[in-house]
């Protein structure tokens, strides 16, 4: 009932918890220490094995989505205008089984092209350089400078 009345700030956190200080440190211990970017590779080279596919994927699906902001957003948030809506912008990538490799939070009014070369580098990171295979929508697949590099690190379909 509090995260659907308050969104959950820390201070409304519910009461069988911790004191929110308590739960922030913490939370700001395991963020600084990558553990939730830890559990989810681990659970995506589990679900992969369990599937009988290789540990690491050889292709990636970069995408982006524009979501409306809250009027608290404030300077953070940009305007699409091909969505004619104020927010910021998802960049994500996943494999072809759908799992999360990386996401990247900008205004709204980035492009996808522009952040696409950064999400991709950071999925050859995350993969250990597997991913040879990009399937990219037509926006992403414009060939600008600031492209150049996805024909020469992935092939792009």
């Not at 590779?41 to 094995?49: K, M, P, S, T």
């Not at 926006?139 to 092939?155: H, I, N, Q, V, Y």
């Amino acid at each position: 009932m509090s995260l659907a009345h308050t969104g959950c700030p820390w201070r409304y956190l519910p009461r069988d918890l911790p004191p929110w200080v308590t739960v922030y440190q913490q939370w700001t211990r395991w963020r600084d220490a990558r553990v939730f970017e830890a559990i989810v590779h681990n659970l995506n080279v589990l679900q992969r094995l369990l599937l009988e596919r290789p540990a690491t994927p050889s292709a990636v699906v970069p995408n982006g989505r524009t979501l409306q902001s809250t009027p608290e957003s404030g300077h953070r948030a940009g305007w699409a205008g091909t969505r004619r809506r104020k927010g910021r912008k998802v960049h994500m990538a996943v494999d072809t089984l759908g799992q999360l490799l990386s996401v990247v939070i900008t205004p709204a009014n980035e492009q996808e092209r522009a952040q696409v070369g950064g999400l991709c580098r950071h999925v050859q990171e995350v993969t250990g350089q597997t991913v040879t295979v990009g399937f990219v929508d037509q926006g992403t697949r414009e060939k600008r400078p600031s492209m150049r590099w996805l024909s020469t690190a992935l092939t792009c379909k």
